[in-house]
Each structure stands twice: as structure tokens, then as C-alpha cells.
């Protein structure tokens, strides 16, 4: 279908980009459509566009990039609602706000999308269930912030983030354990070593490549293959050499 938009004039959108909220958004009860638009291939964030209101749209994500143990409670009656057989179905968007300087995401009121329904009427529900959150939505506020400076590098910042976290766990079990003893391994020396190298062949195949990269590379070659602009790799390398060298 083609819809009118202020921010991307005319567009083409897919039957099963479109989503029906039977109850509308919060505070828009008469908007019943939303069009969910990517802007980039490797984009986080998403533009939640009425179809029938070209000014009406909303930056929404998908709150697991960010928090990995998000999850929200689905009544009975939303199921039945969303048509929705088994809760592993559904996908969860949450609507992202600009305060001041930061960019927030609304944790609290989800969107919940039952993703297994036809592709010409896919089901859609503005949740609030009283969520108890306690998570700072600092990745969010972070890629604000860069977006300010570059919004390239605003998009870069969460493969960023997740590349770091997904290593972190390798670093963590080496820091923790004493080095062995080369000529004579003890067993806690071969069992640390052990799960040391399960950590890392858990990592899969690409991440054990970066991960042997990444290692022996300088800082400010690490930060510059995921940032553009020197202003950003500065103070993110900045920060890496101020802790490598307190700690």
C-alpha cells in the first residue's frame, strides 16, 4: 500500500509492515494503522508512521537489543486479542523520546506485535501492564547523544555496544583466574583454561575472528572500525586508555 508521510514523502510499505491497533496508541485512540519503517539495514530504530495521518509518527526499537532479560506479561485477554496462541510469538517495539539530551525508551508501555498472524492484518497492542523496570535506559541516552554530532555514528554506537558485551564475558574469565603455570598446569590451571576456551568457541565463528583482532590491536584502530567521526573516536578511545591505565 502507499502512504503519505511528512518526514519520507510518499511511500510503498508492505501488507505485513502495516499494523492494526484495534484500541488505537495511548492518546491516539482514533489511529488504528501504523506502518513500521526502517530507515537502514543496520538501523536499531524504527519509524512507527500512521497511515492515516502523515504528520503522526513515532521512533520505536526493540527493547532485547538493549535489555536482554526485557520481557512483558501478556494477560490472557491481550493474547486472545492479539490472537495470539503462543506467547513466544510475539515481537515487542517500545516508543523512544527525546529528553533534552537524551533518548529514552518508554520500558513501561510496550507495543506488543503478534509477528505469526496473515500477512494482511498483522495484530498489534499498545501494553501497559505496570512493568516493573529498573534498568537506566543508558545505551539509548548514549546514541542520542552521538546522534547530535552524527547520526551514522549514532547507529554504529549499538554493534558498538553489543560487540563489547558480547566479548566481555571472555575478558571477565581470564581477569578472574591466576595465570598457570606453564611447565607444570595444575587441574584448576587446565579447568580454568577450559572453560576460558568454551567461552571463547562460544562466541561463534566471527566473533572469535574480531576477538583475535581485536586483541593485540591498538584502541584507536578498534574504535575507528566501528566510528566515522574523529570527535567520537576520541572519547571513546579516551575512555578505554583512561581505564587501562588505572586499572
Known sequence: MEIETTRFGKLTVEDDRVMTFPHGLLGFPEQGRFALIQTGEENY????????????????????????????????????????????????????????EWLTGNLLGPIVVNAHHRPDDVRAFAHSAGIAVSEET???????????ISAKDAEKYTRFAM????????????????????????????????????GVRGLG??????????????VADFVAEFFETELIRATIAGRGMTVGVSG
Open 138 to 148: 543508558t545505551l539509548l541516552g548514549t546514541a542520542g547523544g552521538i546522534a547530535r
Open 205 to 218: 565463528r566471527k566473533r572469535m575472528f574480531d576477538l583475535l583482532r581485536w586483541g593485540p590491536m591498538a
Open 45 to 100: 530504530f524504527f519509524w512507527l508512521q500512521s497511515t492515516e495521518d502523515p504528520n503522526l509518527a513515532f521512533v520505536v526499537t526493540d527493547p532485547t537489543t538493549f535489555f536482554k532479560d526485557y520481557e512483558v506479561p501478556l494477560r490472557e485477554e491481550t493474547q486472545l486479542e492479539l490472537e495470539l496462541s503462543d506467547p513466544a510469538g510475539a515481537q515487542v517495539f517500545v516508543i523512544c523520546n527525546k529528553i533534552g
Open 163 to 198: 560487540a563489547l558485551e558480547e566479548v566481555s564475558g571472555v575478558f571477565a574469565q581470564l581477569s578472574s583466574i591466576t595465570p598457570p603455570a606453564i611447565d607444570k598446569p595444575t587441574p584448576e590451571d587446565l579447568w580454568n583454561l577450559f572453560k576460558t576456551g568454551r
